[in-house]
């Protein structure tokens, strides 16, 4: 199973294998096309193709097979969480350039396996990668039966497929990371749920007001996400300002105090979960910034589902 996949890191990290599975894995991935079962079809001018949940057919075997492989070509520590769908497109269909970006809860990977006997490149349907929105297609993967492709999702990984000439089937592996669950997603709202900067001290007016000259407004906004996570975890107004100050880049928080730097490191992260996106960098800038650290009682609950052991 992925005996051979070939890596690349341009346009995005990613790879593929041209004999993915053995034959009876192949013939147990097509029977899912014949289930007796509700289908979701998208037919916007983005997003073209039908769609099922096929994870409770995938025997456990194959799924842990499958998790365990991935996590050995891509280096993450994924979590047993797996979703499998089947997708259909049919001739006339297209996705759209688009970069599946994985916010807070969302997956990190995905395994895309193809499954069109005697595909012809006249079929269409071929798998575009590109460098940006607006560039060329740098790189194509066309959809031959038993053909894999793997990659790691980001705010960059641009992607969309040709219009299908002929019908096309694939059947798609989805995983998620250790550090970026449903759990998490769930948590990072009920944080910053009903939420208003009015809460934050006093004392933070005159360095939000500096920050709001001379910051764009999204940048602000993180900002203030950072300080009111520090303000609703119960820190004073002076660590309630050093985070804002260090999330807002006026100041580096340099502190002695081992508690409040990881205090301030850990609640930048939870504003860009909440703000932007899982980044994957990042989250590995955080890691080490934080590894060996006491985790402290009141920073438990959002520690140890950002950074878990």
């Known amino acids: 199973m992925l005996a051979q996949p070939i890596q690349h890191d341009s346009p995005f990290p990613f790879f593929y294998d041209n004999s993915a599975f053995s034959q009876e894995q192949c013939a147990a991935l097509e029977r899912l096309f014949l289930l007796d079962a509700e289908w979701q079809h998208r037919d916007g001018a983005f997003y073209q193709c039908s769609l099922r949940d096929v994870t409770e ?48 809860g969302y997956e990190i990977a995905r ?60 059947v798609v592996f989805n995983f998620w ?18 939420m208003h900067f009015s809460e934050l001290p006093a004392a933070l007016n005159p360095v939000a007001s500096v920050a709001e000259a001379s910051l764009p407004e999204d940048a602000t906004f993180h900002t203030g996400l950072a300080a009111l996570a520090l303000h609703r975890w119960g820190y004073d107004e002076t660590t309630v300002i050093a985070g804002y100050q260090h999330s807002a880049g006026l100041s580096v928080c340099n502190t002695n105090d081992t508690e409040t730097y990881a205090a301030v490191q850990l609640a930048d992260w939870v504003a860009c979960l909440y703000r932007d996106s899982f980044d994957l960098v990042r ?27």
């Open 57 to 104: 057919h995938i025997p456990v075997a194959f799924q842990t097979e499958v998790l365990a492989r991935m996590r050995e070509i891509t280096g993450l520590p994924l979590t047993n969480r797996l979703l499998v769908t089947a997708q259909r497109m049919q001739p006339g269909q297209v996705i759209g350039i688009h970069s599946d970006r994985p916010l807070v």
């Open 111 to 170: 395994l895309v396996v193809q499954l069109n006997k005697q595909w012809q490149p006249e079929h269409g349907g071929v798998l575009e990668l590109f460098a940006s929105p607006e560039s060329n297609a740098v790189f194509r993967v066309n959809p031959k039966y038993n053909k894999a492709f793997g990659f790691l999702l980001h705010a960059d990984s641009y992607h969309g497929v040709t219009e299908a000439i002929q019908p096309r089937q694939s």
């Open 177 to 194: 990371h250790a550090a970026n669950t449903p759990e998490l997603a769930a948590h990072v709202q009920t944080l910053f749920a009903d």
């Open 283 to 309: 989250w590995q800038i955080l890691q080490h910034e934080l590894k060996g650290m006491e985790m402290f009682t009141r920073l438990k609950p959002t520690w140890q589902l950002c950074l878990p052991e």
